[in-house]
């Protein structure tokens, strides 16, 4: 049986993006998200292309108990995953702390942090008692420095960021490894999911400047779980050129 991949949030973005490289690497691969339409023409896609076999699971990270049943309910050879990506998650609002949303703040909590919870603690189980696999989670460089504004986003990614240093050390008698990468800005869905489907608002964060795109992303998680099984990057951070900083940006 070929390699398998799990990525959380593959209905889109960076997601997405990693699905294909997988695919492309001959990875089998589990496909999570909530919308079941998107996970399918992802799905039909990859295996029209690769010829690799797809799993697709529908569920909101945020339901603990449809996380757990949903991957538990997968058959045996498919839980025999060697890579785990820990991509779904979002940004809900840009606003000072005094303003803010408590169901943003929530969304963002239960998503980015508890959500990642709920899947890792499945599958890291699985790859104990297969003795392998490898864990990348997605962080930000709003998990590596904060800004104005972004608030409980920026600290849901430092969870991430902690999250990953903590996983390191508790897999590590299990030769599992555990990697973070951590992107600036990539154009994606991101924008228009933080800001509610405000097109022209989510545009505006890319004007004058070239973001990251999807596959900048996917390519290097790709560069980290390629790396010899003795070799495992901690973490990578992933800029624009054009970013210096979480809020340096140089815009033409
Ligand atoms: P997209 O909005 O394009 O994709 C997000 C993915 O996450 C979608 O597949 C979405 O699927 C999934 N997702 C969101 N919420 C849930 C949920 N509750 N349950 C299940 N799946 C969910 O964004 P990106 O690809 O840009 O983001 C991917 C990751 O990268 C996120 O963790 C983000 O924080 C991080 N990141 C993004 C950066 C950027 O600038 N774009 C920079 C740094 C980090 P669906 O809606 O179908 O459920
Ligand atoms: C996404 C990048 O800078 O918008 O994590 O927070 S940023």
Redesign the pocket.
Known sequence: MSKIALI?????????ACAHVFARERYDLIL????AD??ETVSKQLIAEYNVHVKTLV????DREDVISKLEELPNDWKQVNVLVN?????QGLDPIQNGSYDDWETMMD??VK?LLYVTKVVSNWMITNKLGHIVN?????GKEVYPNGNVYCAS?HAVDALNKGMRIDLLPHGIRVTAV????????????RFKGDEARAKKVYDGFE??V?MD?AETIWFAVSRPAHVNINELTIMPTAQATATNIFRK
């Not at 959380?8 to 997405?16: D, S, V, Y």
């Not at 569920?59 to 945020?62: I, L």
Request: zero cysteines; proline letters at 4%.
């Open positions: 959380t949030g593959a209905t889109a973005g960076i997601g997405e999570t998200g909530r919308r998107r996970l569920f909101d990270v945020r991509n779904a998650g979002l940004s998503t980015n959500g997605l962080g930000s460089i709003a990614k951590h992107p600036g800005a990539v154009e994606t869905e991101f924008s228009l999911v973001p990251l999807a992303v």
